[in-house]
């Protein structure tokens, strides 16, 4: 009975999420979420919540844009004069989130990442119809 549901882990150090500095200004995170969806299901699920995302921020986002290449997409989004740069790896089993934050969202980057592992969590999450 292999019906385990992997989810993204919340430890840092554990989930493969780490930060650092890019060329002084930004801050780079990247954010593992493990799955057991296939890269097909995989890709079509962050596709669809991209797109959710894009809608729902539609009044305080200024441009987005997102171009996907295979397996990978480059996002670009555009607030109070600053760009917000992702790359997205969608992997047969995981999917793999990096984003470049400019200074200015910084002080911000507590709220991002919580806002992107929860919404990532239940993108990739398996539905069982019950609880566990």
Known sequence: ???????????????GMRSRRVGGMAKEITIVFPHTLGQKEARLRVEVALERASTNFAQSVVT???????HHADVVVGALGQNVLAQIDVEPDQVRVSITLPW???RLSGRIIDRITQVG???LQISTGGRG
């Not at 987005?64 to 295979?70: F, I, L, M």
């Open 121 to 123: 969590r239940g993108t």
């Open 104 to 106: 200015l969202f910084e």
């Open 1 to 15: 009975m292999n019906n385990v549901r992997r989810l993204c882990v919340l430890d840092l150090q554990a989930a």
């Open 64 to 70: 987005s844009d997102v171009t996907w290449t295979d």
